[in-house]
C-alpha cells in the first residue's frame, strides 16, 4: 500500500504518499497505543460524499480521551482534513483511516511525555467481505478466541491494540475456510465480528448483542434507524451462538462491511442459507443513504468538494 501516487496527512500537512514514514521507535508500533476510525465516502449525485463524518470524529475523540490521549487538532480541523484525503487524491468513492499514535520520543510504556500525532489516508477499497458476498451471505465461524474482556481493554475505544484480539479470530477463521470470524464474550455470549457488529433475525424482530464487549458500531446504530422508521422491531440483548444457529436470518454491520449477510455458521446453515429478505431490504435501503439517493438523513452525507 505504500507504493502509490496521492497525499496523505499527517499532523497538517500534506505528504507525498511514498514519503508518509514514521521513526521504527515509534510507540505506537511497539504497544499498539493509539486510536484509530474507519469511513467510507462514496458517489452521489453531488460528488463524493463522507458517510456520518462527524459520528465517526466524535468516537475518534472518545477512544482517545478513554485512553488519555490529547488529540492535538479540533474536530473540523480533522474533518475538513478528511474531505480533502478525498478531494486532493481524486477518489469518487473511498476508504478513509484517520489514526492518532504516540511518537518516537521515549518507550516507556508509561507513554508520559510522548508526542500526539495525527493522520489521515484515503484509497479506494471494494466490499470488504466480497463483492459476490453481498448477495450469497458470507461462512462465519466461531472464534476459539474470546472477544476482548471489558476490564482487560476498553471496548467502546477504536483502539489498535484492541485489534490483536480481531486478527488471530479472523485469521484462524480464514484459516478454516470462513469469511469471518464470530467471536463470543468471556461468558459465551455473541459479541461481534472481528471487525463488525453481528444481527440476527427471529420471526421478523431483529436482535443485536448489547455493548458490553462490542465496538459502538455506527453502522449498527444506522440500522436501528432505518430498521425502526420502516417498521421493524430491534432489540439489544444477550444472545448465545445456538440462538444464531437458529435464525432466520443473520448479518453483519460496519463501515467496512456494510451490511454483510451470514448464510453458514459453523457448518450450519442459516435459514435458507442466503441473504434473507429483511437482511436484503436493510443492506438496499443502507445502500440508498449512503449513495444520497433518499431525501431524509442527507444530515448523514458530508460533500467531500
Ligand atoms: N466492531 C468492531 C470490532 C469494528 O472494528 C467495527 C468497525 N469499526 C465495528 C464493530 C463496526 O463499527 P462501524 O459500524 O462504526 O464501522
Same mark, same amino acid.
Given at each position: 500500500m505504500d507504493d502509490r501516487d496521492g497525499v496523505i496527512w499527517l499532523d497538517g500537512e500534506w505528504l507525498p504518499w511514498r514519503d508518509a514514514k514514521v521513526h521504527l521507535l515509534t510507540h505506537t508500533l511497539h504497544y499498539g497505543c493509539g486510536v484509530f476510525e474507519g469511513l467510507r465516502a462514496y458517489k452521489t449525485d453531488h460528488g463524493a460524499a463522507i458517510f456520518r463524518l462527524r459520528d465517526h470524529t466524535d468516537r475518534l475523540f472518545r477512544s482517545a480521551h478513554i485512553m488519555c490521549m490529547k488529540i492535538p487538532f479540533d474536530k473540523d480541523i480533522l474533518d475538513r482534513a478528511q474531505c480533502e484525503a478525498v478531494s486532493r487524491n481524486n477518489l469518487s468513492s473511498a476508504y478513509i483511516r484517520p489514526m492518532c499514535f504516540y511518537g518516537s520520543e521515549g518507550m516507556g510504556l %508509561?507513554?508520559?511525555g510522548l508526542k500526539v500525532h495525527v493522520m489521515v489516508a484515503a484509497w479506494e477499497w471494494g466490499s470488504y467481505l466480497g463483492a459476490e458476498n453481498m448477495a450469497r451471505g458470507i461462512k462465519v465461524r466461531t472464534s476459539s478466541y474470546t472477544r476482548n474482556y471489558v476490564n482487560s481493554v476498553m471496548c467502546k475505544a477504536k483502539a489498535n491494540g484492541n485489534y490483536l484480539n480481531s486478527i488471530l479470530a479472523v485469521q484462524e477463521a480464514v484459516e478454516a475456510g470462513c469469511d469471518e470470524a464470530l467471536l463470543l464474550d468471556h461468558e459465551g455470549y455473541v459479541a461481534e465480528g472481528s471487525g463488525e457488529n453481528v444481527f440476527i433475525v427471529r420471526r421478523g424482530k431483529l436482535y443485536t448483542p448489547d455493548l458490553t464487549s462490542a465496538l459502538e458500531g455506527i453502522t449498527r446504530e444506522t440500522v436501528f434507524t432505518i430498521a425502526r422508521e420502516n417498521g421493524l422491531e430491534v432489540v439489544e440483548k444477550r444472545i448465545t451462538r445456538d440462538e444464531v444457529y437458529v435464525a432466520d436470518e443473520a448479518f453483519f454491520t460496519g463501515t467496512a462491511a456494510e451490511v454483510t449477510p451470514i448464510r453458514e455458521v459453523d457448518g450450519r446453515t442459516i435459514g435458507? =442459507?442466503? $441473504? =434473507?429478505p429483511i437482511t436484503e431490504k436493510l443492506q438496499s435501503l443502507y445502500f440508498d443513504y449512503v449513495h444520497g $439517493? $433518499?431525501? !431524509? %438523513?442527507? !444530515?448523514w452525507l458530508s460533500r467531500v468538494g
Open positions: %508509561h507513554a508520559k435458507e =442459507g442466503g $441473504r =434473507g $439517493r $433518499r431525501n !431524509d %438523513h442527507q !444530515d
